[in-house]
């Protein structure tokens, strides 16, 4: 399997504009996670799904935020608008388990919002 | 609400020097701990996973043990390499809620 895969791997954008982030999980997980990583606040939980269906969404900052997953192969998480202080890496990353087998991670997205 | 720190936040040794990385949490009701490796630019590597009924897990030169009770886990790197460079993060789950908490890692650098 070629792992979880995320694309782009680098998005700048101007205030303001959307933004969408893809994923691709290990095919036969099924869990999957958005986490946003700062310096400031280290890794953080935005959302996670299973089976397709999000589960705990409390995590996602703001309303700006949303999150889908239309199959157990693909889900986005889009910014609209998006803002600077959205700026980070956005981690997706898949398991077989939640939090009771190996977490396995994407590459990341580096966004820059200007 | 569960607290996981990772002491140092940075370590620089030489090549061939066994070390150890501190991570500790302030709730001991964990279900397992995971330890990861984040090279620069790229994602987090799970290495080792301890569930809560083990004392430590080995694979290769890395050594996790757990203490649940003191609220402490360490890494052990036997003979160091410039290879294993990197940022180490560990994170807990608490079986209840399917998150884990991170903490913020320790960069690890082994000069040549």
């Known amino acids: 399997d070629a792992g979880v895969i995320q694309s782009p791997r680098h998005e700048v954008t101007e205030m303001g504009q959307e933004v969408t982030l893809r994923c691709k999980p290990i095919?036969?997980?099924?869990?999957l996670f958005w986490y946003r990583q700062t310096m400031m606040r280290g890794l953080e939980l935005l959302i996670y799904f299973n089976n397709n269906v999000p589960i705990d969404d409390s995590g996602m900052p703001e309303d700006r935020f949303s999150a889908k997953m239309p199959n157990a192969s693909f889900s986005t998480l889009k910014i609209q608008p998006s803002e600077p202080r959205d700026s980070a890496v956005y981690f997706c990353?898949?398991?077989?388990?939640?939090?009771?087998?190996?977490?396995?991670f994407g590459s990341g997205t580096q966004l820059s919002v200007l | 609400k569960q607290e996981v720190t990772q002491i140092p936040a940075a370590l620089s040794v030489p090549e061939g020097e066994n070390l150890v990385l501190n991570c500790s949490f302030t709730?001991?009701?964990?279900?397992?701990l995971q330890w990861f490796r984040q090279d620069p630019g790229k994602g987090l590597t799970s290495l080792l996973l301890?569930?809560?009924?083990?004392r430590e897990q080995t694979s290769g030169r890395l050594n996790a043990s757990l203490d649940k009770s003191s609220g402490r886990s360490t890494l052990y790197i036997a003979a160091s390499q410039p290879g294993d460079s990197a940022t180490y993060l560990c994170?807990?789950?608490?079986?209840?809620?399917?998150?884990?908490?991170f903490g913020k890692g320790t960069l690890l650098t082994v000069n040549p």
């Open positions: 301890i569930q809560s009924s083990q």
């Open positions: 709730d001991s009701a964990i279900y397992n």
């Open positions: 095919s036969g997980h099924d869990y």
């Open positions: 990353a898949s398991s077989s388990g939640a939090g009771y087998e190996k977490l396995f």
């Open positions: 994170a807990v789950y608490m079986g209840s809620n399917y998150k884990l908490t």
